[in-house]
């Protein structure tokens, strides 16, 4: 075989690493420590923080965020509006053992229009934690 100079088809931990410091400095600019996780292009954990302070029982909710934004390529905060009563997707977040995670904060990492992964982010308010995985995203 010979090397490629094709970029992943995965987020590395390289990737990973920087797409948490990028998330971890907006959550100290908002002054909200957060839990901060990126699974790769199979969902898989490749690493997680948890910051000073930041809540306990928002470690599993962060990397199932990821998770969940990464099983359905969408952000957990557009999958929450599918989900509502009357909608299509609606019992969804009851799904997968209780691994699917509706609340903002998870967002698909892309290159190009490859999914390669996934940030979740976890600690503050809805529209913190959204705001916390957007910065995050872009550092990829």
Do not use: C
């Not at 590395?12 to 002054?31: F, P, S, Y």
């Not at 969902?43 to 029982?57: E, F, K, P, S």
């Amino acid at each position: 075989m010979s090397p490629s100079n094709a970029a992943p088809a995965s987020i590395t931990l390289a990737d990973a690493r920087r797409v948490i410091a990028a998330g971890e400095q907006k959550a100290a600019d908002i002054g909200q420590p957060m839990n901060l996780a990126v699974v790769d292009a199979g969902g898989n954990l490749v690493a997680h923080v948890r910051m000073d302070g930041a809540w306990l029982g928002s470690v599993d909710i962060s990397i199932k965020k990821a998770w969940t934004s990464r099983a359905f390529d969408v952000s957990t905060k557009d999958l929450s509006k599918l989900t509502q009563p009357g909608e299509d997707f609606y019992g969804l977040h009851v799904s997968n053992d209780g691994r699917v995670m509706i609340f903002a904060g998870g967002i698909p990492l892309t290159r190009g229009d490859v999914v390669v992964g996934a940030v979740g982010v976890s600690g503050g308010s809805g529209k913190q934690d959204h705001e916390v995985a957007e910065a995050a995203a872009r550092a990829l």
